[in-house]
């Protein structure tokens, strides 16, 4: 199997069927969709059952942890994440994902690849700074390089700690790609980022 698609969900019955219906009717197959519902409330879980036999239920209250639940899980040589909210950008995703990697070989751990920023628009697979961006959607991994390597148990910043201990830390052989493939839905209001960062702001620091 080529990809695990992860798609960590918290109560978005009014979003995750745009994400996973961006995934289904991608042209290529050779892939698995795993959903982990985190302390879902609502419909979210039924909707996940109409597109996945891979549905999983958990009660952390946080994304990085519901992401390792689905890396525990995973079979494909490469990983995918998309957040419930968000969703690919057409149905032709994976199958340039697949003819990019075919080109690149062995000699690639992560491919970073460019996306839409809701309000800011299109968005290159490097910051301004030059730096990576520090989010784990808009990359796709090698599942053996991953390894045992996990989120780890924060609130807030999981993908950037995330991105240090495999990219930095492992060193990652990576390869920068300029084709949007991914819109970020930033900050939906309910989302567990935008709780958290709610919250950081009432109290000085997160939960």
């Known amino acids: 199997m080529m990809f695990s698609i992860i798609v960590p969900a918290h109560n978005s019955e009014n979003y995750i069927i745009e994400a996973l219906s961006s995934i289904k009717k991608q042209t290529f197959t050779d892939y698995e969709l795993i959903v982990v519902c985190d302390s879902c409330t609502d419909w979210t879980e039924d909707l996940a059952h109409h597109y996945t036999d891979n549905v999983y239920k958990c009660n952390f209250g946080t994304d990085g942890l519901t992401r390792n639940v689905g890396l525990d ?41 460019a996306f839409f920023w ?4 299109y968005t290159p697979p490097i910051r301004p700074d030059g730096h990576l961006w520090a989010n784990v959607w808009s990359k796709c991994w090698r599942r053996s390089f991953i390894g045992e390597t996990r989120f780890r148990d924060i609130k807030m910043e999981s993908d950037l700690w995330f991105c240090r201990d495999v990219i930095t830390d492992k060193q990652a052989r990576m390869s920068f790609w300029d084709m949007p493939l991914y819109y970020y839905n930033y900050m939906r209001k309910g989302s567990q980022t935008e709780i958290a960062s709610r919250k950081e702001g009432e109290d000085g620091r997160p939960d």
């Not at 969703?87 to 992560?110: I, T």
């Not at 809701?118 to 628009?121: H, S, T």
């Open 73 to 113: 899980h995973a079979k494909g040589d490469w990983v995918l994440f998309i957040d419930d909210d968000d969703w690919w950008l057409n149905e032709f995703v994976l199958q340039m994902l697949a003819k990019r990697l075919e080109n690149e070989r062995d000699d690639l751990d992560v491919l970073s690849f």
């Open 118 to 121: 809701k309000g800011i628009g």
